[in-house]
């Protein structure tokens, strides 16, 4: 049974920094692209970070580039996503996912984390 499941959300000032966490399961965790994305009240889904199998190629969106690292675990089964200088635009749900192609969206999904970003 695959599972993903986040942790570190939270509340936190503008500014600040929180470290996302990923723990997964059931599946051959270093054979997948591991990604995260997030979803804001009323608006799209969007893709934040996305790591390769061995942790080398990495890609962030240009809202978090610069603020935001996303990187991995092959030994614990875990990803995470560092996330500086916080906005309250980054305010959202974060969720974990899972997927065989790069470009593709992940075939498996965590429930989610909420991060909330005010002062």
């Known amino acids: 049974q695959v599972q993903l499941v986040e942790s570190g959300g939270g509340l936190v000032q503008p500014g600040g920094s929180l470290r996302l966490s990923c723990a997964a399961s059931?599946?051959?965790?270093?054979?997948?692209?591991m990604f995260w994305y997030r979803q804001a009240p009323g608006k799209e889904r969007e893709l934040v970070a996305r790591?390769?199998?061995?942790?080398?190629?990495?890609n962030h969106a240009d809202s978090v580039k610069g603020r935001f690292t996303i990187s991995r675990d092959n030994k614990q089964n875990m990803v995470y996503l560092q996330m500086n200088s916080l906005k309250p635009e980054d305010t959202a749900d974060y969720y974990c996912?899972?997927?065989?192609?790069?470009?593709?969206?992940?075939?498996?999904w965590g429930k989610g984390i909420q991060v909330t970003v005010s002062s």
């Open positions: 790591i390769g199998e061995f942790g080398v190629s990495t």
């Open positions: 059931g599946f051959t965790f270093r054979s997948y692209f």
């Open positions: 996912a899972a997927g065989t192609r790069w470009n593709r969206l992940p075939e498996y």
